[in-house]
């Protein structure tokens, strides 16, 4: 059975069906497949929709319907998650990566912001999975399956920062067991717009899926999954000029004690400072003075690196820490919103 409030983007594309209206009762496979858009593989017929249905992956109001002959609700939405073809086994490729651990277990890099970390539609190479495979070898092949080979968790393309990667099936079940348990120190550093009120604290929300947008995470008052994030403001920038006090942007120092996706730039969103650069939950843009301060910059993405990781080894039960400095894109901004607005 699917859950659509768990499922991943990777897990397959989602589909949000309305069924007009104005439009002649019928069958539900049919008024599906009548109004669903195309997913990447084409079409959906009928056929496939009744098998969708039958895996429990169509669902309306969160609750998978199964009679593929039952009247379609005018007026409604449904969801259908349609899985993605099997991947093809990810080929080895030369890479370069930013190596800061490695022995025959697991391997600690920084990834660069722009790298996918596993293979996916419209990123089929060139990806983190197709740079270990080359890096580690035939070590890698196999751990943790054969579309994400020693992935234990993940960073979104466009955020920079430490990641660790399985070598072996024991580090692999170590590693995930660490963060399941959520006994792993993961801190980011964000730069965002504004800051959130008061300077630091703790977000505590259910995140899930958006209801009208799947391929966007949200806050939730019910269902998805528990999230949180400790939150600390490092440093303001500016003042804007119709709010005394409020900042035109911060630096902020996140913690997690979840790892759900888009985590912080949710919360943050949902604080009312999302993330500069955040194509995705930037509800409006900063000011003027702000925005030059990014071009300046050369900040193309959304302002977020994981700076620090630290884990016990599962293996050798070694204490690991590993912490880097943010890269040049946001130094720069870093650096030109200190210049350009008094301290404080």
């Known amino acids: ?3 659509l409030d768990t499922a991943d983007v990777e897990d397959g594309e989602l589909l949000a069906v309305l069924i ?14 009548d109004h669903a858009p195309a997913p990447a593989g084409g079409k959906l017929s009928r056929a496939r929709i009744q098998a969708l249905m039958a895996e429990g992956a169509v ?63 419209g990123a089929y190479d060139g990806t983190l999975v197709n740079a270990l495979l080359y890096h580690c070898g035939s070590s ?24 660790v990667a399985a070598k072996t099936d024991g580090a692999h079940h170590g590693l995930s067991a660490l963060f399941a348990a959520h006994d792993i120190q993961r801190t980011y ?8 009120s008061p300077a630091s604290g703790t977000v505590t929300t259910q995140i899930g899926r958006a209801r009208f947008d799947r391929q966007r995470m949200a806050v939730l008052k019910s269902g998805g999954r528990e999230a949180i994030t ?13 709010q005394a006090g409020k900042p035109l942007a911060s630096k902020l120092i996140c913690t997690l004690e979840t790892g759900r996706t888009h985590q912080i730039r ?61 890269p040049p894109d946001m130094a720069g901004l ?6 350009r607005f008094p301290a404080r």
């Open 1 to 3: 059975m699917v859950n």
């Open 20 to 33: 007009p209206d104005d439009s002649e009762p019928a069958r539900l496979d049919k008024a599906l497949a």
């Open 59 to 121: 669902t309306l109001d969160g609750e998978p319907i199964s009679d593929a002959s039952g009247k379609a609700q005018l007026g409604a939405t449904y969801q259908i998650l349609v899985p993605l073809p099997a991947a093809a086994e990810p080929e080895p490729q030369n890479i370069p990566l930013t190596v800061l651990y490695e022995d025959r277990h697991l391997i600690v890099i920084d990834k660069a912001a722009g790298m996918t970390v596993h293979p996916a539609p």
């Open 140 to 163: 890698l092949s196999g751990v943790g399956g054969v579309a994400r080979p020693g992935i234990v968790h993940r960073l979104d393309k466009d955020t920079s920062g430490v990641m």
């Open 189 to 196: 550093v964000a730069l965002v717009r504004g800051a959130p």
């Open 230 to 242: 400790h939150y600390k403001v490092a440093a303001v920038y500016g003042e804007a000029s119709s």
């Open 266 to 326: 949710v919360h943050m969103a949902h604080k009312g400072a999302p993330v500069l650069g955040d194509q995705i939950y930037g509800t409006s843009p900063p000011v003027l003075a702000v925005r030059d301060a990014m071009v300046a910059a050369g900040l193309k993405r959304q302002a977020l690196h994981a700076a620090v990781l630290g884990f016990v080894h599962p293996i050798t039960q070694e204490t690991l820490r590993f912490e880097t400095a943010l």
């Open 334 to 339: 870093q650096a030109n919103l200190a210049a």
